[in-house]
């Protein structure tokens, strides 16, 4: 009792703080003689609910109110309205966030009517549960929801359903493909590396999503990237450095773009033109991997055994010995001799450490405080003359073996004046469309942006917990500002929002895809890629082992070649497979045993799902989520014609619409896939009955074909145009409908 007359307590606070702008309150009086203004949301039990003026819920006994009060509840009807209901921890750190917002609001609000534009008077509407759905599956899980996912929602009475779907799809495989697609933009990932065409990042691939499935903490998983050594598939942490493999400089100008949010590319050249950081500051930090190499070597590193023997390199030493056995056994040594020094030359890209630091002015160094050629110290860079006296920069700097190390604890300590800031800006911008500072790779100036003091308390919101990204985005989804509806007024490039609402935005082409595959699967996230640690077990060659022989290189570079045959092997399948239909017997190992997969009886068991059906395909597509696929996908995919980042620059994507993205759209494969009569919309029309027999059974498959794809029902003026699409044309009216849908802006927009 005493901690709920706590939480009583808070809520008076917090609801004087909030004022009143933001809903319709009326005063309830507990038994000590405390009010708090709030809505009636309902009773549940021995509990009154009451929503406060920000927007967020709370719940507690219903007898500590005055005996008035509680006759009062138990006469009222519960509101029809949505309603958030976060546990009191998150729905406190929402309320808070909240508050910021609102006052950031007011602030603004006399600049936008000098500037001619009108003042916001509070957050949008709340947005309703149609709207809510959608866009929280688009957010959290990057696709919309199914038909069954939708309906149970929206008919779900239960207060708390929003918090519990909150909480439900953070802690799905969804969430981590989703989170996977976000940061591997962000980073650059690709399945195929510019160190050569057997260099593959499939092991740092398979690294970061595992880092984001175990919800590892940001920090942790930063930390790790920049201190990794060695082969990628010994460590898939060293895809981060050896993605730019021999270009030090640019992954240090990316790094800092990326995880601190400071934009100094223009430094590694000349002195910054438009910020205070000089070339030579630059170079500064480079000194911190200036005794690191990412470079291919013809010759792997020498190195000496634990009794101090040089250790050769038998790549080199045994090819004599491996063209022989080639030319022995009828082999085109020609054609065979690159590819297999392409195999072999794959396991020379490795993170090395050296006792040298060898970084060094350019020649064309031009500043008087250095000459060309000059070497230099390393030296981490300060935001502010109190930024030295923090933890974060009590690192040593004197030891050339731990340089890596000191960067990575000074970039990622809590107390570095970025690191925080930065990841909490761009997680801010996953969920309202705008970072409080923009762009989200220059925040430079926090006094500069959108909301300086919401900015700065969602950085210590971050270290309050941990690092967790997870626990971050649960405090921004319960928020009042998030679950209002969106905001369609157009925002200019450079100008600030003030974010009342969530931004209205296109789907990124991996939600768009993403979401085809829930109109085509029903459940995308039990489609796995089948044989993902194939390629680090044929790869790997430990050239430093005296006894690695040339039987032993030619083997595993048969299976290495072999590899895409494997995974061709497990393709079949195709539309009417697909969510719950005709499945094939026997699973993933058998197929791998034999080299193909068997023909057998249906089965129709849930649990024989997901792997048995991991590779279907149509028309050449292998229907998977876009993390399950090639990163990024190939030419002329639905993913790179709508918008994939070629993964060549920080968060590459593109939004702009294209003829190429209207013409898939309209006529192309994928558009195909969901209106052909063997779709799943097309077996969930079917399966769906009016509860009554007299009832018009045309309109229940229309209302579970606008469920499926926009994830409401059709409005009276759609059925009526629904109905006569379908008289007109019974063979094909339901496809026409669905090709309708899907190319209407509701479908591709996140509202």
Same mark, same amino acid.
């Given at each position: 009792?005493?901690?709920?007359?706590?939480?009583?307590? *808070?809520?008076?606070?917090?609801?004087?703080?909030?004022? *009143?702008?933001?809903?319709?309150?009326?005063?309830?009086?507990?038994?000590?003689?405390?009010?708090?203004?709030?809505?009636?949301?309902?009773?549940?039990?021995?509990?009154?609910?009451?929503?406060?003026?920000?927007?967020?819920?709370?719940?507690?006994?219903?007898?500590?109110?005055?005996?008035?009060?509680?006759?009062?509840?138990?006469?009222?009807?519960?509101?029809?309205?949505?309603?958030?209901?976060?546990?009191?921890?998150?729905?406190q750190a929402s309320a808070k966030i909240d508050l910021l917002v609102a006052?950031?609001?007011?602030?603004?609000?006399?600049?936008?009517?000098?500037?001619?534009?009108?003042?916001?008077?509070?957050?949008?509407?709340?947005?309703?549960?149609?709207?809510?759905?959608?866009?929280?599956?688009?957010?959290?899980?990057?696709?919309?929801?199914?038909?069954?996912?939708?309906?149970?929602?929206?008919?779900?009475? =239960?207060?708390?359903?929003?918090?519990?779907?909150?909480?439900?799809?953070?802690?799905?495989?969804?969430?981590?493909?989703?989170?996977? =697609?976000?940061?591997?933009?962000?980073?650059?990932?690709?399945?195929?590396?510019?160190?050569? =065409?057997?260099?593959?990042?499939?092991? $740092?691939?398979?690294?970061?999503?595992?880092?984001?499935?175990?919800?590892?903490?940001?920090?942790?998983?930063?930390?790790?990237?920049?201190?990794?050594?060695?082969?990628?598939?010994?460590?898939?942490?060293?895809?981060?450095?050896?993605?730019?493999?021999?270009?030090?400089?640019?992954?240090?100008?990316?790094?800092?773009?990326?995880?601190?949010?400071?934009?100094?590319?223009?430094?590694?050249?000349? !002195?910054?033109?438009?910020?205070?950081?000089?070339?030579?500051q630059f170079y500064e930090l480079a000194s911190f991997f200036g005794a690191?190499?990412?470079?291919?070597?013809?010759?792997?590193?020498?190195?000496?055994?634990?009794?101090?023997?040089?250790?050769?390199?038998?790549?080199?030493?045994?090819?004599?010995?491996?063209?022989?056995?080639?030319?022995?056994?009828?082999?085109?040594?020609?054609?065979?001799?690159?590819?297999?020094?392409?195999?072999?030359?794959? =396991?020379?890209?490795?993170?090395?450490?050296?006792?040298?630091?060898?970084?060094?002015?350019?020649?064309?160094?031009?500043?008087?405080?250095?000459?060309?050629?000059?070497?230099?110290?390393?030296?981490?860079?300060?935001?502010?003359?109190?930024?030295?006296?923090?933890?974060?920069?009590?690192?040593?700097?004197?030891?050339?073996?731990?340089?890596?190390?000191?960067?990575?604890?000074?970039?990622t300590h809590p107390t570095n004046p970025r690191f925080a800031m930065a990841? /909490?800006?761009?997680?801010?911008?996953?969920?309202?469309?705008?970072?409080?500072?923009?762009?989200?790779?220059?925040?430079?100036?926090?006094?500069? *942006?959108?909301?300086?003091?919401?900015?700065?308390? %969602? /950085?210590?919101?971050?270290?309050?917990?941990?690092?967790?990204?997870?626990?971050?985005?649960?405090? %921004?989804?319960?928020?009042?500002?998030?679950?209002?509806?969106?905001?369609?007024?157009?925002?200019?490039?450079?100008?600030? $929002?003030?974010?009342?609402?969530?931004?209205?935005?296109?789907?990124?082409?991996?939600?768009?895809?993403?979401?085809?595959?829930?109109?085509?699967?029903?459940?995308?996230?039990? $489609? #796995? #890629? @089948?044989?993902?640690?194939?390629?680090?077990?044929?790869?790997?060659?430990?050239?430093?082992?005296?006894?690695?022989?040339?039987?032993?290189?030619?083997?595993?570079?048969?299976?290495?070649?072999?590899?895409?045959?494997?995974?061709?092997?497990?393709?079949?399948?195709?539309?009417?497979?697909?969510?719950?239909?005709?499945?094939?017997?026997?699973?993933?190992?058998?197929?791998?045993?034999?080299?193909?997969?068997?023909?057998?009886?249906?089965?129709?068991?849930?649990?024989?799902?997901?792997?048995?059906?991991?590779?279907?395909?149509?028309?050449?597509?292998?229907?998977?989520?876009?993390?399950?696929?090639?990163? @990024?996908?190939?030419?002329?995919?639905?993913?790179?014609?709508?918008?994939?980042?070629?993964?060549?620059?920080? !968060?590459?994507?593109?939004? %702009?619409?294209?003829?190429?993205?209207?013409?898939?759209?309209?006529?192309?494969?994928?558009?195909?896939?969901?209106?052909?009569?063997?779709?799943?919309?097309?077996?969930?029309?079917?399966?769906?009955?009016?509860?009554?027999?007299?009832?018009?059974?045309?309109?229940?498959?229309?209302?579970?074909?606008?469920?499926?794809?926009?994830?409401?029902?059709?409005?009276?003026?759609?059925?009526?145009?629904?109905?006569?699409?379908?008289?007109?044309?019974?063979?094909?009216?339901?496809?026409?409908?669905?090709?309708?849908?899907?190319?209407?802006?509701?479908?591709?927009?996140?509202?």
């Amino acid at each position: 009792m005493k901690q709920t007359t706590k939480l009583f307590s *808070s809520l008076v606070v917090t609801a004087l703080l909030a004022g *009143s702008a933001f809903a319709e309150v009326r005063t309830w009086t507990d038994n000590k003689g405390r009010q708090v203004s709030a809505s009636f949301i309902g009773l549940d039990g021995e509990n009154i609910i009451l929503q406060i003026a920000d927007g967020s819920t709370r719940t507690f006994p219903l007898n500590i109110l005055s005996a008035e009060d509680q006759a009062l509840a138990k006469s009222l009807k519960p509101t029809g309205q949505p309603v958030m209901m976060a546990n009191a921890s998150v729905a406190q750190a929402s309320a808070k966030i909240d508050l910021l917002v609102a006052t950031g609001i007011g602030k603004a609000n006399p600049e936008r009517v000098k500037g001619g534009k009108s003042a916001i008077t509070g957050f949008n509407a709340m947005a309703n549960d149609e709207q809510f759905v959608r866009r929280v599956y688009l957010d959290i899980v990057g696709r919309i929801p199914n038909y069954d996912e939708a309906m149970v929602f929206i008919k779900d009475s =239960n207060p708390a359903k929003r918090a519990k779907l909150i909480d439900m799809l953070l802690d799905s495989p969804g969430y981590s493909a989703h989170t996977y =697609n976000y940061l591997a933009e962000m980073l650059r990932v690709k399945d195929r590396l510019d160190g050569g =065409n057997d260099v593959r990042g499939i092991p $740092y691939i398979n690294w970061l999503q595992k880092q984001v499935e175990q919800n590892v903490s940001w920090d942790k998983i930063v930390f790790e990237m920049l201190t990794a050594t060695g082969k990628m598939w010994h460590n898939g942490a060293a895809g981060y450095l050896l993605r730019d493999s021999g270009m030090p400089l640019d992954n240090l100008a990316n790094t800092l773009a990326v995880f601190l949010g400071t934009d100094v590319a223009c430094a590694q050249c000349h !002195d910054h033109p438009f910020a205070d950081w000089t070339q030579y500051q630059f170079y500064e930090l480079a000194s911190f991997f200036g005794a690191t190499s990412t470079r291919y070597q013809r010759r792997a590193p020498a190195r000496r055994n634990k009794e101090g023997m040089e250790m050769v390199d038998m790549g080199n030493k045994l090819m004599p010995e491996i063209e022989g056995i080639i030319e022995k056994n009828g082999g085109d040594l020609t054609r065979i001799r690159n590819g297999l020094q392409q195999f072999i030359g794959a =396991n020379r890209y490795a993170i090395t450490d050296t006792a040298t630091n060898a970084v060094k002015l350019p020649h064309d160094y031009k500043y008087k405080d250095a000459k060309p050629g000059d070497p230099v110290a390393p030296k981490f860079i300060s935001w502010s003359k109190e930024d030295k006296n923090l933890a974060a920069y009590k690192q040593k700097t004197k030891e050339e073996e731990n340089l890596r190390l000191a960067f990575a604890t000074w970039a990622t300590h809590p107390t570095n004046p970025r690191f925080a800031m930065a990841i /909490a800006n761009r997680m801010w911008k996953r969920a309202f469309g705008q970072g409080i500072s923009e762009p989200v790779t220059n925040i430079d100036d926090p006094a500069q *942006s959108a909301n300086p003091a919401l900015l700065k308390h %969602i /950085a210590e919101e971050m270290k309050r917990v941990k690092f967790n990204l997870k626990d971050f985005m649960r405090i %921004i989804y319960n928020t009042r500002a998030y679950q209002s509806e969106a905001t369609t007024e157009h925002i200019a490039m450079g100008e600030p $929002y003030y974010f009342q609402g969530p931004l209205l935005r296109r789907m990124t082409a991996e939600q768009a895809w993403d979401s085809y595959m829930t109109l085509v699967l029903g459940e995308p996230d039990k $489609y #796995k #890629k @089948p044989l993902e640690d194939l390629y680090s077990k044929t790869i790997d060659l430990d050239l430093y082992n005296p006894k690695l022989d040339a039987q032993t290189v030619l083997m595993k570079y048969a299976a290495f070649r072999t590899m895409g045959e494997k995974e061709r092997a497990m393709m079949g399948g195709g539309l009417a497979e697909a969510g719950g239909g005709m499945m094939m017997e026997g699973g993933a190992d058998s197929m791998m045993m034999d080299g193909a997969a068997k023909k057998g009886t249906p089965k129709t068991g849930a649990s024989d799902m997901m792997m048995e059906n991991a590779s279907l395909n149509y028309g050449g597509m292998v229907l998977r989520r876009a993390a399950e696929l090639e990163q @990024p996908a190939g030419p002329g995919h639905f993913l790179i014609e709508f918008g994939q980042s070629p993964r060549n620059l920080i !968060d590459g994507s593109s939004k %702009i619409g294209s003829v190429p993205q209207v013409l898939m759209m309209m006529n192309g494969r994928a558009q195909e896939m969901l209106t052909n009569s063997q779709s799943l919309i097309f077996r969930t029309m079917e399966k769906v009955k009016p509860s009554d027999e007299k009832a018009d059974t045309e309109a229940a498959k229309l209302e579970a074909l606008f469920m499926s794809v926009l994830n409401r029902r059709p409005t009276e003026a759609e059925m009526v145009t629904a109905k006569k699409t379908v008289a007109d044309n019974s063979a094909s009216g339901h496809g026409d409908i669905i090709w309708a849908l899907i190319n209407t802006r509701e479908f591709i927009f996140v509202q």
